[in-house]
């Protein structure tokens, strides 16, 4: 979707902030919310292209006070946890339950979490379709306005770039945030930043997206 969350390319925003050091946490309840993400999504109630479309979902006025990822992480769960009724908004907001938990759901065991977080999970599939593209063949993004969840960056819309790579057969993530489990080939797509970017891009810039075939239409 068209969202405030596709940020490439869009001037105002300011420097983005280093990080100091490989502690991927500054503040023990970051810590918390990373770990509650893991716990809830592994009921299996939604997908990551689930996940995802509802982070795209928050409102601008949300996704930009502040600048705390982790905020966003919650904010996120929120809406999730009573779509998927597993509490009321009247909970949420007393922070007390008042109905009995829902039962029969599969739950996250600790031994599989440090699996989970070092290899993450795979979209690949086998698959016998054959590719539409090939490397070298010359590609342009499509200028689309998905209502819905998309992988494509807005700003590569209606650029041209070269297939570098053959990624093999991977779930749609458009069609995975929907439920529907449809199957496309993936490239990584070669552009050249004064096509992007225009005439002032930095001598020699190259940028590499991957996009997934509904994406792209011969050039």
């Not at 998309?150 to 749609?172: A, D, S, W």
């Not at 489990?181 to 050249?192: G, N, R, T």
């Amino acid at each position: 979707m068209n969202g405030i969350h596709d940020m490439g390319g869009m001037h105002g925003f300011g420097k983005i902030p280093g990080i100091d050091g490989p502690e991927p946490f500054h503040h023990d309840w970051e810590r918390r919310m990373f770990a509650l993400n893991f716990a809830v999504g592994g009921l299996g109630l939604w997908n990551i292209d689930m996940s995802r479309a509802e982070m795209e979902a928050t409102p601008p006025e949300e996704y930009l006070a502040g600048d705390d990822y982790f905020r966003r992480f919650l904010l996120r769960l929120e809406r999730l946890v009573v779509k998927h009724a597993l509490v009321s908004q009247e909970e949420l907001t007393a922070g007390l339950e008042r109905e009995p938990a829902r039962t029969g759901l599969n739950t996250l065991r600790p031994q599989q979490v440090e699996t989970m977080v070092r290899n993450g999970s795979s979209s690949m599939r086998p698959s016998t379709r054959q590719a539409r593209f090939q490397v070298g063949d010359r590609v342009r993004a499509l200028r689309i306005n998905p209502a819905t969840h998309t992988r494509l960056p807005r700003y590569i819309r209606g650029c041209e770039g070269v297939i570098k790579l053959m990624q093999g057969v991977h779930v749609f993530p458009d069609a995975s945030a929907l439920g529907n489990q449809d199957q496309q080939w993936l490239y990584s797509v070669l552009f050249d930043g004064v096509d992007v970017w225009g005439k002032d891009a930095a001598p020699g810039l190259e940028i590499v997206v991957d996009a997934f075939e509904p994406y792209l239409e011969p050039a």
